[in-house]
């Protein structure tokens, strides 16, 4: 099963509004990652929080991490075209294999 | 510095053909990992591979996938007799140590789309 699960699974809003989607996993974690992919494109590496690390920003992204719940969110302020989307959070379990989730789709209207 | 390189970037075979996937990492990273996309789904973890050794294959199908990493050249992903449920986006993605596990982010490729008709 996969390890991380992203929530909601589509999100829609408008241009300039901010996105948050979370993300829960199971099992105890070296540090969580957060992906970008645009339709048909690769993934791009958009952040990574560290197990102790409680809220990490870059640029527009804030990502917050939660390990007594077991969760993460991302938070993308001020929304552009550009950030339309599937967003996928990663996880790290002290090994080699990132266990991702099925992804956020994010859709920002103009 | 280029980036993880994955050619084709599509690729279309008739059922019960063979695919070739090429991944060369990025310059310097010596740790090559594969991962399966299907349709609507995150990535799914395939193998894991050094130069000349295949360090953990434990996500690939058990039949017709195999993966090499040789001392010189790209890392090849190799689907004998293709099905369409092979149909998918395969994404290599490299690292100069081992894993995440010391924190760092994996690089990843553009990915190749295969589809099987």
């Known amino acids: 099963s996969q390890q991380g699960e992203e929530d909601p699974q589509a999100l829609s809003i408008q241009e300039g509004e901010n996105a948050t989607m979370n993300c829960s996993y199971k099992?105890?974690?070296?540090?969580l990652q957060w992906y970008r992919q645009n339709s048909g494109r690769g993934l791009v590496h958009l952040i990574l929080i560290r197990s102790n690390e409680r809220e990490k920003h870059s640029g527009r992204l804030r990502v917050t991490l939660d390990t007594s719940k077991k969760s993460s969110s991302l938070l993308i302020t001020a929304s552009r075209a550009a950030d339309t989307a599937s967003y996928f959070c990663?996880?790290?379990?002290?090994?080699?294999?990132?266990?991702f989730g099925a992804g956020t789709t994010v859709t920002v209207r103009a | 510095n280029a980036g993880v390189m994955q050619n084709p970037r599509h690729l279309v075979r008739r059922r019960g053909q063979e695919a070739r996937l090429r991944c060369s990492p990025m310059?310097?990273?010596?740790?090559v990992y594969w991962y399966r996309q299907l349709p609507e789904e995150g990535l799914k973890f395939m193998v894991y591979l050094q130069k000349e050794n295949i360090i953990d294959e434990s996500g690939m199908p058990k039949e017709r996938f195999s993966a090499e990493f040789p001392k010189e050249g790209p890392s090849i992903l190799r689907i004998q007799q293709v099905v369409r449920g092979d149909s998918a986006a395969y994404f290599c993605a490299s690292s100069p140590i081992k894993g995440t596990g010391m924190n760092t982010e994996a690089f990843f490729g553009q990915g190749t789309r295969l589809t099987v008709v």
């Open positions: 310059k310097g990273h010596s740790h």
């Open positions: 990663a996880t790290d379990a002290y090994d080699y294999k990132l266990s």
């Open positions: 099992t105890s974690i070296n540090n």
